[in-house]
């Protein structure tokens, strides 16, 4: 077994603790402060200790490489301290977003197999209600375990973490990255956007994605720059927080900076110039998971001062295009391929398209790439030509090589507040209903949430009573905005859905 006896073999130790490098980078960094939260702020060392007796309890209950371990913790330091223990103690990390209701956790207690879920007090209930098994669900603060107990040997190839990403097929699907793809994905962006020990940033982003989890919190700690977490996003706190003039970089969805345009633009003159003279201190400012508007670019390069960086990226991949850190950052475009990621175009007979403005499937390969869906080997051989990622996003490229998307290959699937929904999802959950008997989910262009779903449903459901019950069993962001009953949906003569026609009914 790969497991190492405490002090004996500490050389072998440390060498092999080396492949789980954003904790290894954090030794040495002592009583720097790597996080504040609403509890406190956090030193380096303070985080290590802590992530160091989770580790110990985890083994000393699980044994190490405990497999996948849920975890259901808000954004801040205790969400930190619990993943890296997981880590520690060899095991895969996978997040719980706080909002999910429990129908959607138990799904991810069942896909995983997890023997393991950790959870905050304050989500005991949501845990148990979740989980039926009580000795799988474990609160943080009763987690309890010899401190000397020996830590495994944790390789670069070991799986760090898992993400649920939705895809076209119905339920989501666990994305899992291996230690080798954290890391590569870490040092991709740390290179590409010059991050820096010097820098501060805050995350208002869920802990349940990429965005928040790996460009926001990994890459602050990698690099050892002080991280500021909140459970939510709260326009006013992200206004109060650039004032201060304290930050250097933020990231965020479209949709956060539609809205933090419409509040700058209800406070009055004083107000306004103070944020924007705080924002004059900010070296950054970071857009993707979704497309970025360009009237919203503009209108925030006004407010601002700062021309957002635009970027593209998918749970599978980490992050692939970027506009440039220094250089020209071309509205509506994505950027060019960022350190170790080689991106392709192809037609839809597979063939690499080498010719400029002609549209293509986006295929992404490198060391930042995934290798499979957990438990799903069909459809991660289906993802992939050979070593090449088929993200299913339409590109095209200019003369210059910069990458511009284009849309997606699949109808079914939605982004909405930087959020991709499964259409197919919401409707099999619909279909429980007694009260539906056929539906329909597209999505609608919206300016602000990029777009909203929209369900077009057949049966004598009431919408009201129909949205409640739809609360108890999908996450809060796949609850659709738009109810239109109908006699009938429109068909082909096949039977098969007309989607562009559904999408009419709501004109
Ligand atoms: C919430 N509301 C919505 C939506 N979500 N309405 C339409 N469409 C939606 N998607 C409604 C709520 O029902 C509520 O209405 C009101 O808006 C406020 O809800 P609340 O949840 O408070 O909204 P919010 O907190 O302002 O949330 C907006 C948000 C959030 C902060 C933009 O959606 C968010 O955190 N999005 C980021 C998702 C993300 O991180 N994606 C990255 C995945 P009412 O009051 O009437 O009930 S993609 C990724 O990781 C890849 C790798 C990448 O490229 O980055
Ligand atoms: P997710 O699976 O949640 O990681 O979402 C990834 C998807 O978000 C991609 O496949 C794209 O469709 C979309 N996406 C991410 N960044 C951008 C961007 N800058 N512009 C357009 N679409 C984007």
């Known amino acids: 077994m790969r497991y190492l006896c405490g002090g004996a073999r500490l050389s072998k130790r440390r ?10 980078k954090s030794k040495g960094r002592g009583s720097r402060i790597a996080i504040t939260d609403n509890t406190g702020s956090y030193s380096y060392a303070q985080l290590l200790l802590e992530a ?18 849920l975890f259901l913790v808000p954004s801040g330091f205790s969400y930190v301290a619990t993943q890296w ?30 023997r393991l879920f950790l959870y905050e007090t304050s989500f005991a209930e949501k845990a148990q209600e979740a989980c039926a098994d009580p000795s799988v669900t474990i609160a943080l603060t009763e987690l309890d375990g010899p401190a000397a107990i020996s830590l495994p040997e944790v390789r670069q190839t070991d799986d760090a973490m898992m993400i649920y990403t939705s895809g076209t097929t119905g339920k989501p699907k666990g994305v899992v990255i291996s230690h080798l793809q954290l890391d590569t994905q870490l040092r991709s962006l740390s290179e590409a956007w010059a991050w820096h020990s010097s820098d501060r940033i805050l995350n208002v982003l869920p802990m349940h994605h990429v965005h928040g989890v790996v460009n926001i919190t990994c890459c602050a700690l990698y690099n050892g720059a ?11 706190y992200v206004a109060e927080r650039m004032t201060s003039g304290e930050l250097t970089l933020f990231m965020a969805v479209p949709t956060i900076y539609h809205k933090l345009i419409q509040h700058f633009q209800q406070l009055d003159a004083r107000t306004q110039e103070a944020w924007q003279a705080g924002m004059r201190s900010m070296r ?12 919203v670019l503009e209108q925030w390069r006004q407010i601002s001062g700062h021309t957002l960086l635009e970027r593209y990226g998918m749970t599978e991949i980490g992050m692939a295009l970027s506009n440039p850190l220094n250089g020209i950052r071309k509205p509506g475009y994505v950027g060019t391929p960022l350190p170790y990621v080689a991106v392709r175009l192809t037609d839809e007979q597979n063939r ?30 289906k993802s992939f030509d050979g070593d090449w990622f088929r993200t299913g996003d339409i590109a095209e490229r200019d003369e210059e090589g910069t990458y511009r998307i284009l849309g997606r290959s699949s109808s079914d699937i939605i982004k909405s507040g930087g959020y991709k929904i499964s259409a197919l999802e919401i409707e099999n959950a619909l279909l429980e209903h007694p009260g539906v008997k056929e539906c329909a989910v597209v999505a609608l262009p919206s300016e602000e949430w990029g777009e909203t779903i929209a369900a077009a ?8 009573l129909l949205k409640d019950w739809l609360k108890e069993r999908l996450a809060p962001y796949k609850i659709p905005r738009h109810f239109l009953h109908t006699d009938s949906l429109p068909r082909n003569a096949m039977g098969k859905l007309l989607k562009k026609e559904v999408k009419q009914l709501f004109q």
């Open 85 to 114: 223990g997981i880590w520690l103690a060899g095991g895969i990390a996978i997040p719980v977003h706080t909002a999910h209701p429990a129908e959607e956790i138990a799904y991810l207690v069942q896909d995983t197999g997890a």
């Open 457 to 464: 449903i057949t049966g004598d459901a009431d919408t009201a």
């Open 284 to 295: 950054l400012m970071v857009s993707g998971s979704a497309a970025l508007p360009v009237t």
């Open 15 to 24: 060498l092999l603790q080396h492949m789980i490098s954003i904790i290894e």
């Open 52 to 69: 160091r007796r989770i580790a110990a309890a985890i083994v000393h209950r699980n044994g190490p490489f405990p497999g996948p371990v």
């Open 226 to 236: 002080m991280l500021e977490m909140q459970p939510a996003f709260d326009p006013a």
């Open 352 to 381: 690499i398209i080498e010719a400029p403005r002609s549209p293509g499937e986006l295929q992404v390969k490198g060391d930042t790439v995934f290798r499979r869906y957990w438990n799903r080997p069909e459809e991660t051989a």
